[in-house]
């Protein structure tokens, strides 16, 4: 199986003991097959951006990769879909702040 992180790798995910993320620098549990949206759902987070404008909060709208609403932060990564990207052991999440420029210096 390629080791790319696309949607396509949760379709062949089995259970597995969970596992260590962070948002945020706190910790929270995550299980094979989770997106990273799934996973922070799971832990209570509801919202992981906010907008350019406004700093409104967003998190997941569409689920499905078109609306772009839940781009996250990911191990430095700006601008990643938090609905289709699936979590790895010891991903570091970061809320987005706007644009995500701003994470690239983390
Ligand atoms: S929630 Fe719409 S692209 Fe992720």
Redesign the pocket.
């Known amino acids: 199986m390629s080791r790319a992180r696309t949607p396509l790798r949760l379709a062949a995910a089995a259970p597995g003991p969970a596992f260590t993320v962070t948002f945020d620098g706190r910790a929270i549990p995550a299980l094979p097959g989770q997106t990273v949206a799934a996973a922070l759902w799971s832990a209570g987070v509801l919202s992981w951006r906010t907008t350019r404008v406004g700093g409104e909060p967003r998190g997941?709208?569409?689920?499905?990769?078109?609306?772009?609403?839940?781009l996250v932060s990911v191990n430095g990564r700006p601008n990643q879909?938090?609905?289709?990207l699936p979590v790895e052991p010891g991903d570091a999440i970061r809320t987005q702040e706007g644009t995500g420029h701003g994470d690239l210096a983390h």
């Open positions: 997941v709208f569409c689920g499905i990769g078109v609306c772009f609403d839940c879909r938090a609905c289709l």
